[in-house]
């Protein structure tokens, strides 16, 4: 069955680092993934998503992804982080019935200090 | 603003009790999903309708049912409440049931039951 994992439940940086956030995905065939950001009080935004081809993705607010086949791993980076930042991020993989519902990870929560 | 409304945003009730949130999706969103995030059990998958019709299932307890009407809108009743539904629901929509994998959430609804 797909589930996805997200090892960090927190994380800290300060502002101007780079971040990078784990997701490690279990999935019968190519998997559809996605990186989902909840900010606090709001609902899920979706932040960059992968189908196929090139294996980095380039999605909203400075975020990417690399998807990696061989270490099924869907990492999501930024080079500096921001303030408006902090958040929980969410990685996600549909479900293998093909009805497009997502199965999410457990999150990871992003602190980001002066 | 994604477009999605749930309502109520708060709800306190009762153990034993039901309770019915709404959500109105996008507009000519045909899609919804309804998700619970509590604590110990993260973002859980509910049930996904697709113009009227249920399309997929997950962890969705015999208590607990949804529907979508003609005008889309859709409605999540909970029954026989317990402690542990105490819960972030969260509903949200797309404008196909195809594997895109992009769904547009709300805020949500939170609900506490005492």
């Known amino acids: 069955a797909q589930s996805v994992t997200q090892p960090d439940i927190h994380i800290t940086v300060s502002e101007g680092a780079s971040l990078e956030l784990r997701c490690n995905y279990s999935y019968g065939a190519t998997p559809y993934l996605f990186w989902y950001v909840q900010s606090p009080g709001q609902g899920l935004q979706l932040l960059l998503k992968?189908?196929?081809?090139?294996?980095l993705v380039q999605g909203i607010k400075g975020f990417e992804a690399e998807f990696k086949r061989s270490q099924s791993s869907f990492n999501l980076r930024k080079p500096s982080v921001h303030w408006s930042d902090a958040a929980e991020y969410f990685c996600?993989?549909?479900?293998?019935?093909?009805?497009?519902?997502?199965?999410f990870g457990t999150g990871t929560r992003l602190t980001v200090i002066p | 603003d994604s477009g999605v409304t749930q309502t109520p945003k708060h709800l306190i009730t009762a153990t034993g009790q039901r309770v019915t949130l709404r959500c109105s999706p996008r507009s000519g969103d045909l899609s919804v999903y309804w998700y619970q995030q509590s604590l110990d059990q993260g973002l859980q998958f509910l049930i996904q309708y697709y113009n009227g019709e249920e399309r997929a299932k997950g962890n969705i307890l015999e208590r607990f049912s949804a529907q979508q009407f003609p005008d889309l809108h859709s409605e999540l009743n909970l029954s026989s409440l317990e402690l542990g539904d105490s819960a972030l629901y969260f509903c949200a929509s797309s404008s196909s049931s195809a594997n895109t994998g992009e769904l547009f959430f709300g805020e949500g609804s939170r609900l506490t039951v005492l």
């Open positions: 992968y189908f196929s081809g090139d294996t």
């Open positions: 996600a993989v549909v479900g293998e019935t093909g009805a497009n519902n997502l199965f």
